[in-house]
């Protein structure tokens, strides 16, 4: 996700207020085509709720179905998502579309990998929730795209959780600069390849 830079933002400001106040996630696997994994119970494991969640939204140029289709380009992250150093797809649905994805995070001076669980509804929404990580405690977020006016209009909520305790008011304004951040990404990457409606 191109959310690098202010994790790396997040996890200093944490560090700092933890100073104050105190006076295994391996590399990724090859990708298992057309494997599509248990699509788990939405229900038993709490629909993303995001009850403490950060929501923000953008207008892009351009059908659902192109803004989505970069969306689920993970192997192109890298070459617009800063931070990003590798997305690999580890299992598939049967559509095509990624069911696990893992992640690499170079943003000095901390580095992650997580492995994230999509679940995709066509080209309306795409929600994600965290299955492993070294830094990250839990990440639940969503992509909704409603088509309006000949554009699309994109909605990004998310929800973070550092393994570092962080004061709510420095969790929720970096996980808004993520937000915003990844939505200009996805703006420039997707109006850079389909034609304007």
């Not at 200093?12 to 106040?21: I, K």
């Not at 579309?97 to 580095?111: Q, T």
């Not at 299955?131 to 909704?144: N, P, Q, R």
Request: glycine letters at 6%; charged letters at 25%; a negative charge.
């Amino acid at each position: 996700m191109p959310a690098a830079d202010i994790i790396d933002e997040m996890y200093v400001a944490a560090s700092v207020d933890q100073v104050r106040r105190a006076g295994d996630c391996p590399g990724p696997t090859r990708r298992a085509s057309s494997l599509a994994p248990n699509r788990p119970d939405k229900q038993a494991q709490g629909e993303v709720a995001m009850a403490n969640q950060t929501t923000s939204s953008i207008t892009i140029a351009a059908e659902p179905a192109a803004v989505m289709a970069v969306i689920a380009d993970f192997d192109s992250y890298p070459a617009w998502a800063k931070g990003v150093q590798s997305a690999e797809v580890l299992s598939e649905y049967d559509d095509s579309r990624a069911g696990e994805v893992a992640f690499v995070l170079d943003a000095a001076p901390i580095k992650d990998e997580y492995t994230l669980h999509y679940e995709w509804d066509g080209d309306r929404e795409v929600t994600w929730s965290l299955v492993k990580a070294k830094m990250l405690k839990s990440m639940e977020g969503a992509y909704t795209l409603e088509r309006s006016d000949g554009q699309t209009d994109v909605t990004y909520r998310l929800a973070v959780d550092l393994m570092i305790p962080m004061i709510g008011l420095l969790k929720r304004k970096g996980e808004k600069v993520i937000i915003d951040t990844a939505l200009k990404g996805l703006k420039q990457r997707v109006e850079s390849q389909a034609p304007r409606l």
